[in-house]
T-cell receptor
Framework: EAQVTQNPRYLITVTGKKLTVTCSQN?????MSWYRQDPGLGLRQIYY???????DKGDVPEGYKVSRKEKRNFPLILESPSPNQTSLYFC?????????????FGPGTRLTVL | GEDVEQSLFLSVREGDSSVINCTYT??????LYWYKQEPGAGLQLLTY?????DMKQDQRLTVLLNKKDKHLSLRIADTQTGDSAIYFC??????????FGAGTRLFVKA
């Protein structure tokens, strides 16, 4: 089944404790992206990747890192999480560079930073 | 700057039409999208429209685009309780930058 998977789905952590949220897609998509969703703000793009070893900042990259060492995986790294990073995170992927390409979204990861 | 605005709530009766509105600011947008998010789930693309089109119809969905006013709307005909969800308007600006609105929560009353 074609899908985008994220792990974990739920995470409660404490300020400053490094964490990684994994994202994997099995559709051989070139493009992957991370968003955070906050009430009243919709989705805001954190980072995106056009292909392996190519990543770019979105609108809210501060406090986050990403890597794209292989096509299928695009982990989101929070080196020192803070409470303002409490949010619902979505990973998405799309086939390639066309602007009509549908983005396929993962199920989301709800992160709480205490 | 780039911004997409939507009203936050809409309530309709089952069987009526729903119209969800969206305004955007960036005139360089190439594609505009409507996504649906059901509770506890990710976003699902409903439809999209190219910026040089005025209208697109897909079964119960009609998208209208007024480029002059930078206004996008989504009409759902014969709204059903299963249409209850959050609907996001989004615009693609160049490359892969996508700007999302805050989402409109649609309530469908039986």
């Amino acid at each position: 089944e074609a899908q985008v998977t994220q792990n974990p789905r739920y995470l409660i952590t404490v300020t400053g404790k490094k964490l990684t949220v994994t994202c994997s897609q099995n559709m051989n998509h070139e493009y992957m992206s991370w968003y955070r969703q906050d009430p009243g703000l919709g989705l805001r793009q954190i980072y995106y990747s056009m292909n392996v070893e190519v990543t770019d900042k979105g609108d809210v990259p501060e406090g986050y890192k990403v890597s794209r060492k292989e096509k299928r995986n695009f982990p989101l790294i929070l080196e020192s999480p803070s409470p303002n990073q409490t949010s619902l995170y979505f990973c998405a992927s799309a086939p390639g560079g066309g602007t009509t390409d549908t983005q396929y979204f993962g199920p989301g990861t709800r992160l709480t930073v205490l | 700057g780039e911004d997409v605005e939507q009203s936050l709530f809409l309530s309709v009766r089952e069987g009526d039409s729903s119209v969800i509105n969206c305004t955007y600011t960036d005139s360089s947008s190439t594609y505009l999208y409507w996504y649906k998010q059901e509770p506890g789930a990710g976003l699902q693309l409903l439809t999209y429209i190219f910026s040089n089109m005025d209208m697109k119809q897909d079964q119960r969905l009609t998208v209208l685009l007024n480029k002059k006013d930078k206004h996008l709307s989504l009409r759902i005909a014969d709204t059903q309780t299963g249409d209850s969800a959050i609907y996001f308007c989004a615009e693609r600006i160049g490359g892969f930058k996508t700007i999302f609105g805050a989402g409109t929560r649609l309530f469908v009353k039986a």
